[in-house]
T-cell receptor
Framework: IAGITQAPTSQILAAGRRMTLRCTQD?????MYWYRQDLGLGLRLIHY???????GKGEVPDGYSVSRANTDDFPLTLASAVPSQTSVYFC?????????????FGPGTRLTVL | GQNIDQPTEMTATEGAIVQINCTYQ??????LFWYQQHAGEAPTFLSY????GLEEKGRFSSFLSRSKGYSYLLLKELQMKDSASYLC??????????FGAGTTVTVRA
C-alpha cells in the first residue's frame, strides 16, 4: 500500500536515552518533514529535507537530528531525550516540485519521555 | 515570522453549516491548505486555494482572499463523522507549510 509508515507507533522512554523514530515513504517524493504536535500548539516543523542528501532546520530543531541518505527514509533522532520532548511526532512527504505542495502524513508516533 | 489564527473550538448540530475562519500573516504565500484530523489520526488533505475565490468540493468549500490574508472552510450538511480538528496551513513557496493550531469541531445530534 503506497504511503508513509512510521515506527514505532508509541514509545515510553527514560530521560537521557537515545531514540530514533523511523519514517519511510514509497511515493518517490523528494521532500520529507518531521513535525511535533502538542495540544494547543498545532503542528510545528522540526526538520525537513528537500531532496535526498540535504536537510534543514524547522521551527523547533533543538535536541533533534535527521539524516536523508536516500529518497525513501528520513529518520529522526533524539540524542538525549528530555520530558519536554513528550509529544506526537508526524512524518510527512511531498512531491517537492512546482508550486503545489500537498503534504501526506504518516500515522504518527506517540512518544512519552519520563 | 508566521502568524496563523483560527478559532480553538466550534460546536454545531448535525445537518447544520459551520464556517471555520483562518487569518494569516506570513513571509511569502504560495497557497493555503485545509487539512482534517480525526482524534488519534494523521491529518488528511481537504482543500487547496491559491487564487482568490471559492473552491467547492462536495459538502466542503474553501474560500481565499489574498489581499485580506483570510480564508474560511465551510462545512455543509454536517454529519457526526465531521467531528474532527481542521487545520489551516499556509504554503510559503519553499516546500514548507506553516500550520495554525487547529479548530476542533464537535457535531451534536
Amino acid at each position: 500500500i503506497a504511503g508513509i509508515t512510521q515506527a514505532p507507533t508509541s514509545q515510553i522512554l527514560a530521560a537521557g536515552r537515545r531514540m530514533t523514530l523511523r519514517c519511510t515513504q514509497d511515493m518517490r517524493h523528494n521532500a520529507m518533514y518531521w513535525y511535533r504536535q502538542d495540544l494547543g500548539l498545532g503542528l510545528r516543523l522540526i526538520h525537513y529535507s528537500n531532496t535526498a542528501g540535504t536537510t534543514g532546520k524547522g521551527e523547533v530543531p533543538d535536541g533533534y537530528s535527521v539524516s536523508r541518505a536516500n529518497t525513501d527514509d528520513f529518520p529522526l533522532t533524539l540524542a538525549s531525550a528530555v520530558p519536554s520532548q513528550t509529544s506526537v511526532y508526524f512524518c510527512a512527504s511531498s512531491a517537492g516540485a512546482g508550486d503545489y505542495n500537498e503534504q501526506f502524513f504518516g500515522p504518527g508516533t506517540r512518544l512519552t519521555v519520563l | 515570522g508566521q502568524n496563523i489564527d483560527q478559532p480553538t473550538e466550534m460546536t454545531a448540530t448535525e445537518g447544520a453549516i459551520v464556517q471555520i475562519n483562518c487569518t494569516y500573516q506570513t513571509s511569502g504565500f504560495n497557497g493555503l491548505f485545509w487539512y482534517q484530523q480525526h482524534a488519534g489520526e494523521a491529518p488528511t488533505f481537504l482543500s487547496y486555494n491559491v487564487l482568490d475565490g471559492l473552491e467547492e468540493k462536495g459538502r466542503f468549500s474553501s474560500f481565499l482572499s489574498r489581499s485580506k490574508g483570510y480564508s474560511y472552510l465551510l462545512l455543509k450538511e454536517l454529519q457526526m463523522k465531521d467531528s474532527a480538528s481542521y487545520l489551516c496551513a499556509v504554503s510559503r513557496g519553499d516546500y514548507k507549510l506553516s500550520f495554525g493550531a487547529g479548530t476542533t469541531v464537535t457535531v451534536r445530534a
